[in-house]
C-alpha cells in the first residue's frame, strides 16, 4: 500500500470503512453458491459468513 493510500485512510474515516465493507463482502460472497454453483439457502449462508473472523485492522 502506498503511503498516500495509508494517509488517506487514516486521515478518512468514510475511506476506511469502505474499504472495510468491501473486504468483509469479499469474504462473503463466495458462500452465496454451493459446490454445484446452486443458490445456497439463506441459514447455511448466514451459517457460513458469520463464522468469518473479521480482520484485525488495515
Known sequence: MSDVMMERLSSSDWMFF??????????????????????MPFELFLNDVQSIEAPATL
Open 18 to 39: 469502505g474499504m472495510k465493507t468491501f473486504l468483509e463482502l469479499n469474504e462473503s460472497f463466495p458462500s452465496l453458491l454451493d459446490e454445484d454453483r446452486n443458490r
